[in-house]
């Protein structure tokens, strides 16, 4: 794949660049070796001050960069401005609290006797440069979200962005050297997949992030593997989203809307498989329809769209064959399913709702990255359950009730790294995000996220 910012709203190609050579690889790597054996030794005040000095410069930047990732992905321009502003709270948030996440954990005295010491404690201590493999979809904030608390740890990071957003890859690499960054503590790698492996391979690399497809975690952990190295990987999501009878109907069906459409459906959180209960199913879907058919599809640089294109030709590709499948093998479109007639620039595809879903159908099991939304009618929530769990992902989850005996089952049955009761799925700088199944493994986010790439040193001494 080229790495070209390419116009998804009018598939004008506006701007290529050449890719590192091996020369360049080279001299990032051996930069990112350097500043770590110097930022390492630098302390948490010191580091503080220079992300929020890169949070300050990134909120003055807001509208310039709204734009840059609205132009090279699709996102709606309002979208894009509220996605700078939470990198903005994230880094923020790491910079006041790193250095208690990070404080040596000491044991009970106790503990520490019987273990024939007289003093001991854990102290975390950063591992090195670490890779980030990085998606398009919300191009800043799956950056920031690794970079705010690995840098706050001490460690380098070394940035592969996906091809079709090098706008905005740069800008990263600027906006931490405008903040003061010294040279080589956090650098973007302008290269296409197939130079992962050998980055991933050199000895300088200590661990790699990904968020990404499924094949791509595979392939980096399969690497990683074999040279025995830490990984965190945030991989796919069809999330449920499960709407019982006590549930307030047009509050979760409005919520829905959202839950399906935001980033134009291309959300790895996003709600994709909606599974309501049979005593209010009509009553949700004929909202949740009428919400979807209602949105604003168009330009996304204007400020009234809700929907603008998706960010590929191919990911519009696959999507249309995702919907003819079903549509094929006996499931209804209740709106949407086609290319808006209006637009016949840019690769835009109409809200969608299918319901009449049923396993027989590739929706059912694949991930639908896009503004199409699989609906299906649950007897109880025994069944509900079973639906929902019936998916080889497990990143989020979203239950609509009243009823607290329900939130307990389902908090304890949904095989998900998050259940959202009552409200749609989010990430958060203090809460933990991360999934389990072929959704990855690991943690970003909160102080689990900080602690990834951290050396947990067990420190113990006698007199």
């Known amino acids: 794949m080229p790495i070209a910012t390419v116009n998804p709203a009018t598939g004008e190609t506006l701007e290529t660049f050449r890719p590192l050579g091996p020369d360049g690889i080279e001299e990032r790597l051996a930069a990112a070796d350097r500043a770590f054996r110097a930022y390492r030794t630098t302390g948490f005040p010191e580091r503080a001050a220079l992300l929020r000095r890169a949070a300050d410069l990134l909120e003055a930047d807001v509208p310039e960069i709204a734009r840059t990732v609205t132009t090279e992905m699709g996102k709606p321009v309002t979208a894009a401005r509220a996605e700078a502003a939470k990198c903005v709270k994230a880094m923020r948030w790491y910079a006041d609290r790193a250095e208690e996440l990070l404080a040596d954990e000491r044991p009970d005295d106790a503990d520490v006797r019987d273990a024939g010491a007289t003093a001991a404690r854990v102290h975390y201590r950063p591992l090195g440069p670490v890779l980030a493999v990085m998606p398009w979809n919300f191009p800043l904030w799956q950056v920031v979200r690794f970079a705010a608390p690995a840098l706050m740890a001490g460690n380098t990071g070394l940035l592969k962005h996906a091809s079709n957003v090098p706008r905005t890859a740069l800008y990263l690499e600027e ?109 949700f879907v ?18 009234s769209t809700e929907v603008g294109p998706l960010a590929t030709e191919r990911g519009r590709a696959d999507l249309e064959e995702l919907v003819d499948d079903a549509v094929g093998r006996g499931a209804e479109a209740r709106c949407g399913g086609r290319r808006p007639r209006d637009l016949e620039r840019g690769w835009y595809y109409e809200p969608t709702v ?19 939304a699989a609906v299906y009618r649950a007897e109880d929530l025994d069944e509900a359950l079973r639906i929902a769990n019936d998916s080889p992902f497990g990143l989020s989850s979203n239950v609509w009730t009243r009823d607290e005996a329900e939130v307990a089952h389902c908090v304890r049955e949904l095989e998900a790294g998050g259940v959202f009761v009552n409200g749609m799925t989010a990430s958060h700088p ?9 959704s990855g493994y690991g943690r970003e986010l909160a102080g689990h996220g900080i602690k990834e790439f951290c050396n947990a040193t067990t420190v113990w001494q006698a007199d």
């Not at 499960?242 to 809307?257: F, H, K, N």
């Not at 919400?291 to 640089?301: I, K, N, S």
């Open 354 to 372: 299918l319901t009449g879903v049923t396993p027989a159908m590739r929706v059912h099991q694949e991930e639908t990255f896009g503004p199409v």
């Open 175 to 283: 906006l931490f050297r405008r903040a003061g960054y010294p040279e080589g503590v956090f650098q973007t790698l302008l290269t296409g997949s197939d130079a992962v492996e050998g980055v991933l391979r050199d000895p300088r690399v200590a661990a790699a992030t990904l968020t990404g497809s499924e094949a791509a975690g595979r392939a980096v952990a399969a690497v990683a593997g074999d040279e025995v190295k830490k990984t965190v990987l945030e991989l796919g999501g069809s999330d449920p989203y499960l709407v019982l009878p006590s549930a307030d109907i047009a509050r979760a069906a409005a919520t829905a809307v959202t839950a399906r459409a935001q980033n134009n459906g291309q959300s790895c959180i996003a709600a994709k498989r909606f599974i309501v209960h049979t005593d209010v199913y009509d009553d």
């Open 430 to 438: 203090a809460l933990p995000f991360g999934g389990v199944k072929r």
């Open 286 to 303: 004929e909202r949740f329809t009428a919400g979807m058919a209602a949105l604003e599809v168009g330009d996304p640089l204007e400020e």
